[in-house]
């Protein structure tokens, strides 16, 4: 039996009456009276399944039965599976607020008194209960251009929305008053076709709209299609603006002509089959990912144009030497930092992870002999970040795990390392769930909260810092894993909120450290985002996010025999300064392995890539498409070692350039000190050796 | 087997008060079970459970089960029950992104069956055995202190059906037998609570602590626990004795509190001595004994339920006892202690007849979360 019931005044109306449905569903409960000896047999609920609309309601009964069929007065408690969907209240009224398919739930809790093990309503049903969504309000057709020719084909837009207000995204049926002009195939297109007008409308459900589409005679008689003036010969990875126009016959430029690019490449005989060599977007971005002779061609309204361009191997690969070691093998490593000392030396500091909280302190002065110099123990499991302040004066490591779980910071005295780091100050409050990172700004700290905050506490006299701001998103399970600040913004890494740039003094739209300005944000579908390193490009001056994922879609066994393995990659976007907000470009990954820590420095990332051990990445000029795929890599180094935690089991955690050699630490092995150099061999590996 | 639960009451407990007296802590039980005891413990920094198992052959680790989505973030399982027919554990993952989880798993096999997503920093649970429902409390630790709720979650589907709003730090929760109570606490509003699990609503609220302006202890202030300073800082309820009494462990203020649940008044308060901190707290099926953990005190404390009289506190053989479950037959008293930095967790066995310790195990770092489990789905 089905049953439909609208609004019920009793309810109230509006919010009022929402919050009073929740909170009677909350209780959740209708307690008919005093348990009968009689042992429930059946419960009925009628209607046995119910369609209401959103915002309506309907009514349940529940009887129970016992064996004979007699009714029996017993305890039936209802609820729902989808409580944000579909509420029941105690006395069974039922309210729709999502369209859906949902279930409600009616038992009969054991008989009370009873104390049999068994942890189960003795009788249970489940009631569907089915929403409708809204019926449709509007469709909506966006704006075409202003001129339109025939011949020619473009995409058309579409939104729709329901009688709530929401967004819909309905299958629509397309109509034309005349086809022959113009007519939307089954693809989204528009397909123009003789001069004239014609009536375009879009259908779903009992909604319609139209447009009216003017198709002009097409006066186009050529199309010109050019890359830059002296393209001729670029390298894999470029990314070359081709640029189509279409012109009549009196060589004047036909407006919002339609054009769409594709390209194709003769590759040199020694490279076999390539797959995909090159692509072109629909904006005209060409970026050739092998070596070849590709050929874009631009296409509207049947006219062409080719313009070929010659791409060679990038050739930027590097070799690599070990330097020097600071090895750590019994307990796992974490992130590090490098700086110049006040004494003129360098130092180094990594953390450990899982352990009993030691944080190392290291003298690489000399990469070639790194030493330990210090090591300072603090309470807690993980000290997971390290960092150090840009005067060199003091670092902050943060602790987790602490035995009184209140983890909080620890600021440390780094000025002469050499003769031991002091422990100057512990700061805890508010911060007790754990401080997963951290970051220096110069006159402040930004120290993660239990994985939903961070705070910021001001550090001008490191040995008393204090809380001055705090910075928390609002959106609905919203969580953050790292920050960093470059010139008064801190960018965060929010997991499925992406990269988050707040204003905290640098970003002009009045932020400070007591008072954090959201600025806008980058996020991306997969919601892996786990760290971000804001960089302005040196060689095309536009603002980058690079934003790396951590995942770990297979088995991973810190304490097993066998190497573990992460997924994800560096997501790279432009960053509009003006409408801040991030627009992804470009990738670099690396299948099969995921990354960890990022570091960008002159045109030139580095990522701590977990199994994938460390990457060198080519990101000068401007970006497009996958780096790995152009060739762009420079290096990577996979840190083996046989007596690590882990036995050869590269997991590199965190990079770091400095003074012509790349620090990195290795979660089995500790600190490695590396640098690039020149192959004696060219190698690109794939790419004919010219 | 000679121990046997029947035996405690009065006789019981002269002889515990005798033992207490005359006996230091053994370190081997001198009379050895002649079957299997299993507890399920959490090791909170390894993310990882445990299941142990005590019996003839001693102390054993069974299984080492991981647990969490994140290899690389310490995710925290904290709170562990067994439902009540046997056939599944329930695990609380305090952190998440930002919120925790609760996970089910079939014991036994310890095969991972389906999760849930609650509030910030799930910990204690436990299973109706009238409706088959799971109440989780949502800590919030390390939050603002601000009042948070009590997950209800449906078990066959992992579905949250509903959240009952409960108060600052919600900790420990116990059922009834008949499995319509809930007992749990209010850490920061020096709070015991009664949740009808039926109506999925606070019953009752008993104010423990001693604000002037909050009258005597006992009374019931209903909400009002957000404008007082917290003394008691309560953490854990037990389940009600036969007697109808729940122990409440005063953590703030080294007290253990009696309340009765017909009167719902602070029937007793047990005064465990300065500094000693009762943290989680256990009785035997008769309510003749009462079991706890004193978290900063390191030490194990046995009371007398009757007299009311503390019988003996051994120390513990690692820092920072945590959790306390007693074996289905009385005999035993199963401790976990968290042990400090990289040491390993520690699950003591104490014999409660003579509060001896008779075995001990390492096992993950910081155990914490126990629960025991007879062996039989």
Known sequence: MLATIGRKGGFGSGPQRMRAVTALVLAGVFVAGAAFAQEPAELVVTPAELTVEVGGAAQLAATVRDAAGNEIERTVLFFSRARRSVGVNPAGMVEGYRPGEHTLVAMVPAEEGATNRRAAAVLMTEIPVTIPFPPLASISIAALPGNLYAGTTLPVATSASDSSGAERNPELSWSSSNASVAMVNEFGMLVLGDAGTATVTASAESVSTEVEVRVADNPAVRLELSAPTGTVEVRTGDVVRMSASAFDVSGNEVPDYPLQYASFTRTPATLVAPGAAAFVEPDGAFVAERAGLHTVVAAGGGLTARHS?????????????????????????????????????DYAVTGTWGADGHAYFWDVTDPSSIHLVDTVRVDARTVNDVKVSPDGKFAVIGREGAS????????????????????????????TGGVHNVFIAP???????????????????????????????????????DVWVQDGIAWSSNWTDGVVAVDIGGGGMGGAPNNPVMMGSFKYPNGWNHAGFPYRSQST??????????????????????????????????????????????RYQVPEAGTHNLWVEDDILYVGYYNGGLRVVDVSGDLRGDLYQQGREIAFFEPA?????????????????????????????????????????????????? | MTHARRAFGPTLVLLLLAASLAAPVFAEDPEPPRRNYFVYVCAESD?????????????????????????????GPHGINISPDGRHWFLSIAHGMPFGTVHKYETGSNEWLGDATLGLFPATMDVSPATGLLYVVNFNLHGDHVPSTISVVETGTMIEVAT??????????????????????????????????????????????????????????????????????????????????????????SAIYEVD??????????????????????????????????????????????????????????????????????????????????????VEVYDIASTQRVDRIDIGKQAGGIIYWNGEP
């Open chain 1, 309 to 345: 361009i010659r791409a060679v191997p990038r050739n930027v690969r590097k070799d690599w030497e070990i330097v020097g070691r600071g090895p750590v093998r019994d307990r796992h490593t974490s992130d590090l930092w490098v700086w110049e000392g006040l004494d003129g030396r």
């Open chain 1, 404 to 431: 009184n779980r209140r983890n909080g910071l620890v600021v440390l005295d780094v000025q002469n390392p050499t003769d031991g780091v002091k422990i100057i100050a512990r700061y805890d409050d508010q911060l």
């Open chain 1, 443 to 481: 006159q402040h700290i930004l120290a993660l909260s239990g994985g939903r905050r961070y705070d910021i506490l001001n550090a001008e006299d490191p040995t008393n810092p204090y809380r001055v701001g705090r910075f928390e998103l609002d959106t609905p399970g919203h969580g953050i894993h």
């Open chain 1, 541 to 586: 001056g536009k603002m980058l996010v690079f934003a790396g994922d951590e995942n770990f879609p297979w088995s991973f066994e810190p304490g097993g025999d066998l190497p573990d393995r992460a997924a994800g990659w560096v997501h790279i976007a432009e960053w509009d300064d003006e409408d801040p907000g991030g627009r992804e470009v470009a």
């Open chain 1, 641 to 690: 070692d046989p007596e690590g935690y882990k036995r050869n089991a590269p997991f590199v955690w965190g990079p770091q350039p400095f003074k012509g050699h790349i620090f990195l630490s290795d979660w089995n092995s500790g600190l490695w000190a590396i640098k690039l150099v020149d192959p004696e061999t060219p190698r690109n590996m794939g790419e004919p050796t010219s």
């Open chain 2, 47 to 75: 993310d990882t459970v445990h299941q142990l198992r005590y019996g003839p052959t001693g102390f054993e680790e069974v299984a080492v089960i991981p647990v969490g989505a994140f290899p690389t973030e310490t995710e």
């Open chain 2, 164 to 253: 009952i709003d409960t108060g600052v730090m919600p900790h420990g929760a116990r059922m009834n037998a008949r499995g319509d109570r809930l007992y749990s606490v209010n850490m920061m509003d020096d709070e015991l609570v009664e949740v009808d699990t039926m109506r999925f609503e606070i019953a009752r609220r008993l104010y423990l602590g001693t604000d002037p302006h909050a009258g005597h202890t006992g009374m019931d202030h209903g909400d009002m626990g957000h404008m007082r300073a917290p003394v008691v800082k309560p953490t854990w309820a037990t389940k009600p004795s036969p007697a109808g009494k729940v122990y409440v462990a005063g953590n703030g203020d």
């Open chain 2, 261 to 346: 649940l017909e009167t719902w008044t602070v029937s007793r308060r047990l005064d465990a001595g300065a500094g000693e901190n009762p943290y989680n707290l256990e009785i035997t099926s008769d309510g003749g004994v009462l079991v706890a953990t004193y978290k900063s005190g390191h030490r194990i404390g046995f009371w007398n339920l009757e007299s009311g009289e503390l019988i003996a506190a051994p120390e513990a053989t690692r820092r920072v006892p945590h959790g306390v479950v007693v074996s289905d037959d009385d005999r035993y008293a199963i401790v976990s202690l968290e042990g400090i930095g990289g040491e390993p967790g520690t």
